[in-house]
């Protein structure tokens, strides 16, 4: 019965045009009222509470760095670096749009962030040379996901939070699965555009790629710095989220000199705005979290699954399969934080890596970026690239299932994930 109240309540509720946030609380209150235990304290307190978590810190510095890079020329300098390295193969504009988002994720961490970025710059140089538009936006969305798979990502803290697993160990699990998600892109971009008579750029002679390293160089540092530092133990994730920030803004002010005095205010203001909207988000679901816990939930969903319990690849593919479903729904961190306190008991229970879990989780999550009807990061693109949004999802299609095939491999072969995490952490 809790279990239909839970889901009915919050279903409900986002139906009629509610807000996520205060239909977790609204959520919150109908299990308390079926519970008889109603009082206003305990909501209060597990929002406070929720809210008052030291590693949450490193969310608005992250932020805050996505912005000043995006302010200060990093993300630029980037792209032309990608340009100057393999802007000459054929599809090569596809193939600087994937290696910019890789190395954008890794500066940054949010999806629709790193999308608006490389979308902006590189799709009118797709439309001038010949590119299909809708396909070259699906690759930008396709790519700007890999943000939250490849550190430093956000949706990993508030993962790491909810679930009480390792920031750091989940840092380092998702560096393989992002690099492969970009390889996967490059793959299924090169194969589609195998019968393409668009014109690929001009070599740039040596001279011109060294230019390109040397005016790059800064921006291409600061992953080192972020995951060199917390790989070797020097900085925890929230501090390198500090570091990230202030070298972000030491560059594009005394390097790039793109960012201006006047400019900080504005970017204060976008990253302040982005980190309320995600802190109200994590302090409304502890309420639902913490009832989710009182009312045995999770108890009631082992129940149901009981059988997958010992196989714990079938029991894998059908909480994929469900996140999918969800996915399509729900936002990246709303995803989140409604599932993980209900999946993650039983997730333990099989014996299941929650580590493994986690960029599961997540990695699934990111598809669901690109899923009408939500599909926040294709609505971003749709506004870029001024291309409907009917088009930009028929352009994603090849993308999504070719991520949706690589999901499937990493159930069938955990140690594609669980391999590479042990060695690097």
Request: charged share 10%; net charge neutral; aromatic share 8%.
């Amino acid at each position: 019965m809790i279990l239909l109240i839970f889901i009915s309540s919050l279903l409900g509720a986002m139906a009629v045009g509610v807000p996520i946030a205060f239909a977790l609380i609204f959520c919150g209150i109908a299990m308390m009222w079926n519970m008889d235990m109603f009082n206003a304290q305990i909501v209060a307190q597990n929002m406070v509470t929720g809210a008052d978590a030291f590693t949450l810190l490193a969310i608005p510095f992250f932020l805050l760095a996505g912005e000043l890079m995006n302010a200060g020329g990093l993300s630029r300098r980037i792209i032309d670096f990608a340009l100057a390295c393999v802007g000459h193969i054929k599809g090569g504009l596809g193939i600087v749009a994937i290696l910019a988002a890789v190395i954008m994720a890794s500066l940054s961490g949010s999806a629709a962030a790193d999308t608006a970025a490389l979308a902006s710059i590189l799709i009118p140089m797709m439309r001038e040379a010949g590119y299909n538009v809708p396909r070259s936006a699906g690759l930008m969305a396709a790519g700007g996901v890999i943000a939250p798979v490849i550190p430093p990502s956000m949706a990993f803290i508030v993962f790491g939070v909810a679930a009480n697993v390792s920031i750091s160990k989940l840092f380092m699990a998702g560096i393989a699965p992002g690099l492969m998600m970009g390889l996967t892109l490059i793959l299924v971009w090169l194969w589609l555009m195998r019968k393409s008579d668009v014109k690929p750029l001009p070599k740039q002679s040596a001279a011109e790629r060294l230019r390109a390293t040397g005016r790059g160089v800064w921006a291409l540092g600061m992953p080192v710095i972020i995951l060199g530092g917390i790989r070797m133990g020097v900085v925890t994730p929230t501090e390198a989220a500090v570091v990230a920030a202030v070298y972000a803004w030491f560059v594009g002010m005394f390097v790039y000199r793109e960012l201006k005095l006047a400019d900080l205010y504005s970017v204060f203001l976008r990253a302040a705005k982005t980190t309320s909207v995600v802190m109200f988000l994590v302090a409304a679901a502890m309420v639902s979290a913490w009832l989710i816990t009182a009312a045995d939930i999770p108890g009631e969903v082992t129940n149901l699954i009981e059988p997958l319990i010992d196989d714990p690849k079938l029991l894998m593919l059908v909480i994929m399969l469900l996140l999918m479903v969800v996915g399509t729904a729900l936002d990246l961190t709303p995803t989140i934080l409604i599932m993980t306190p209900v999946l993650m008991p039983v997730v333990q229970l099989a014996g299941i890596d929650p580590v493994y879990f986690g960029v599961m989780f997540i990695m699934n999550a990111c598809i669901g970026l690109l899923t009408p009807p939500v599909g926040v990061v294709l609505n971003v693109v749709s506004g870029v690239a001024r291309v409907p949004l009917g088009r930009v999802v028929t352009g994603v299609l090849p993308f999504l299932l070719s991520y949706i095939t690589l999901l499937l491999l990493f159930v069938a072969v955990p140690e594609l994930i669980t391999v590479p995490m042990r060695w690097l952490y």
